[in-house]
């Protein structure tokens, strides 16, 4: 089954059904900061416009601080930039990362999509020219520390969505039944009639991921969330906006960490170790591809 995911952010509760987990957003700002510090910050977010406001999800063109604002200034973009046209690689450690475009060859992307069945809809679905669209608008990814750890996050972001769609199969979740709608939050309502389970490369799920979503990438994630499904392009981007909201940040702690960021709840501390080891499989496997050391703390 593809997991359905929900985010924690602000007072917006996200949980999970089925394969899915408790993600949790930690946009806090960071430990033993002076309060003039905070004051400068949240003066800085005003006067960045209605675009600035915590734990992301900023739209097009906007960059994501270290710090989890919208902005467009260096404060925003410059020295730990996590998401969007950041300078100098998107992460406080400086380091230019990978080529992603040299790092996911044709090769690289349809050795995993042809291993799904011939019948899957995902296969004309899914390209690698759509990914590298998308991946253009994250200029973090696979940015902010040495090129091995570049290609360790690019091989950690192909094992969860291998997993995820099946080897690129699955466009939506099998299951429809379920509209994926809470009701009770009101920041991100849902819309009449439309359902939101899972779509995409992660599988994004649930309005309040719409939502956001679709208002950072530029459609109506609430309105129309088959968009998910209909253009790979959104596709992808709505799986790089998860990943740079929630995974991209713990990449250092290695692997385990992403499975605990995406599916913990479900996966981690022995919850379902089968689920965690076809993770941890797939990572190997492309980092054995990629010619780097998956690392350490794989599992969770």
């Given at each position: 089954m593809l997991s359905r995911r929900k985010l924690h952010g602000g007072d917006e509760t996200f949980s999970s059904v089925a394969e899915a987990s408790t993600l949790i957003i930690s946009m806090a700002m960071p430990p033993n900061s002076p309060t003039v510090l905070a004051l400068g910050l949240a003066l800085l977010c005003a006067a960045a416009g209605p675009a600035a406001a915590q734990n992301c999800g900023c739209q097009p063109g906007y960059c994501?601080?270290?710090?989890?604002?919208?902005?467009?200034?260096?404060?925003?973009?410059?020295d730990g930039c996590?998401?969007?046209?950041?300078?100098?690689?998107?992460?406080?450690s400086g380091g230019t990362g990978a080529n992603v475009g040299n790092v996911v060859t044709d090769a690289f992307f349809n050795g995993i999509k042809n291993q799904a069945g011939g019948g899957c809809e995902g296969r004309n679905f899914y390209s690698?020219?759509?990914?590298?669209?998308?991946?253009?608008?994250?200029?973090?990814?696979?940015h902010g520390?040495?090129?091995?750890?570049?290609?360790?996050?690019?091989?950690?972001f192909f094992a969860h969505v291998t997993h995820e769609t099946g080897h690129f199969c699955y466009i939506s979740e099998i299951n429809k039944n379920n509209n994926y709608?809470?009701?009770?939050?009101?920041?991100?309502?849902?819309?009449?009639?439309?359902?939101?389970?899972?779509?995409?490369?992660?599988?994004?799920?649930?309005?309040?991921?719409?939502?956001?979503?679709g208002q950072s990438i530029g459609f109506d994630g609430l309105g129309n969330p088959?968009?998910?499904?209909?253009?790979?392009?959104?596709?992808?981007?709505?799986?790089f906006w998860f990943w740079m909201n929630n995974v991209h940040k713990v990449m250092p702690q290695g692997f385990g960490a992403t499975i605990r960021a995406i599916n913990g709840?479900?996966?981690?501390?022995?919850?379902?170790?089968?689920?965690?080891?076809?993770?941890v499989g797939y990572y190997r496997q492309y980092c054995q591809q990629l010619g780097v050391d998956p690392g350490s703390s794989l599992t969770c």
């Open positions: 994501c601080s270290k710090y989890g604002y919208c902005g467009t200034s260096d404060a925003y973009c410059g996590q998401a969007g046209p950041c300078k100098g690689g998107g992460s406080s690698r020219s759509a990914f590298l669209n998308a991946a253009n608008a994250y200029s973090g990814f696979a520390g040495s090129e091995a750890d570049g290609k360790r996050e690019i091989a950690a709608c809470d009701s009770s939050n009101r920041r991100w309502p849902c819309a009449a009639g439309k359902k939101y389970y899972g779509r995409g490369p992660l599988q994004i799920s649930w309005n309040y991921n719409y939502g956001p979503a088959d968009k998910v499904a209909q253009d790979p392009v959104i596709a992808f981007k709505t799986a709840a479900l996966e981690c501390n022995g919850n379902n170790q089968a689920q965690m080891n076809a993770r």
